[in-house]
């Protein structure tokens, strides 16, 4: 079975292969044996609709299974998908930290919208693109959150209203100086600072400009930025 195939197995198809099924965060995770390629696996589903974004596979986790065996696998994919995945609920609650607040981000842009019938904005060749506007027949609506074209404006909506509050979350914590310490160090070392000796491009990723900043927070900048350099030398 190729990754193509596993992608497109049904909820029916992999609920009938299942060795164990597991409810985590409202999402549907079935534990599979896929064979010598992908190994013992997990495919999650939500709503019935495949969200393969958010499987794993043993392939990808054979130093775990030789350690640990397929018991010490099961407990990682069940720790995982308890930080991957979150409940509507989750998404509106209050966020503690700089990387709550990216494992949010990232369930909303690429996983959430996978419980919806959508069409990807990703194009590389023409006939991507053919099949972009083709599918803009059904899928008119641009939701710029996740890039694609889905079918009803709700969705969007509701997507809209998660982002929000994400973001006002985001501002909180930014206003925050510990929080703000821990954002910038996050991006300083994202964007290799300590090989830069530069904060520009960390400070752009997340649409700051040094000379708009505070004078506290621009000494946060400095001594992160230090402290990564002087990290890296020693």
Known sequence: MTIREIEKLTFAQAKSIAIETVKIKEHDCFFVELGEHFGYSVLVFKNGRHIYHANDYELLHSFTVEKNGKEGIWQYYIKSLNKKLFTDSELLEPIGSYEEYNRKDYFLRNLW???????????IT?????AIEEGKKSHPFFNSMSFCYV????IIDEE???????QK??????NDLDSF????????????ACLTCDYKEALSAIG???DDLPIDKQNIVKVE??????NYQM
């Open 113 to 123: 919208i996978m419980r919806y019938d959508y069409i990807s904005a990703f194009a």
């Open 126 to 130: 023409e006939e991507d693109q053919n």
């Open 151 to 154: 079918a009803n404006k709700e």
């Open 160 to 166: 809209s209203k998660y982002f929000e509050h994400l």
């Open 169 to 174: 979350e985001y501002e909180k914590l930014s």
């Open 181 to 192: 310490r821990e954002i910038i160090a996050t991006e300083l070392a994202n964007h290799e």
């Open 208 to 210: 700051l400009k040094f």
């Open 225 to 230: 930025l230090k402290k990564q350099i002087d």
